[in-house]
């Protein structure tokens, strides 16, 4: 996968669009910033999350944070790989180790965010 498929949001989730079901993850650089992952608490499928929303939770062994909901629609699918295996975000966290897929309430939502040159000016100003 090629990283101008992703876009960024600037809580550090990506989404990959595939028709009208996007996948979301962690960047490299929230996984960096967390250290290694040791749980990761994953929405339900069937729920509505508006963008914006506290989505998931993932746990490091700094601290817990909150992944928000890139865009608006509905879960269609979480990671399972992911609760035996929590470690994938850090070692694959814009491939195997995506949280949740979402169908899309609002694709155009996916236009005002980053792209990876944009995400990686944005890195460079934190």
Same mark, same amino acid.
């Given at each position: ?17 595939? =028709? *009208?079901? @996007?996948? !979301?993850?962690? #960047?490299?650089? +929230? ?9 990761? /608490? ?9 963008? =914006? *929303?506290? @989505?998931? !939770?993932?746990? #490091?062994?700094? +601290? ?9 629609? /509905? ?52």
């Amino acid at each position: 996968m090629t990283m101008s498929e992703l876009r960024y949001t600037e809580d550090h989730e990506w989404i990959r669009v595939e =028709g *009208d079901t @996007a996948t !979301v993850g962690i #960047s490299a650089y +929230a996984q960096e910033q967390m250290g290694d992952v040791v749980f990761v /608490e994953l929405p339900e499928p069937g729920r509505a999350l508006a963008q =914006g *929303d506290e @989505a998931a !939770v993932v746990e #490091s062994v700094k +601290a817990a944070s909150e992944v928000y909901s890139p865009l608006t629609g /509905e879960v269609s699918e979480a990671n399972p790989a992911l609760e035996e295996t929590p470690g994938l975000v850090n070692e694959d966290p814009t491939g195997e180790g995506w949280l949740f897929k979402l169908k899309m309430a609002e694709p155009a939502e996916a236009e005002g965010l980053m792209d990876a040159e944009a995400y990686q000016t944005f890195l460079a100003g934190l």
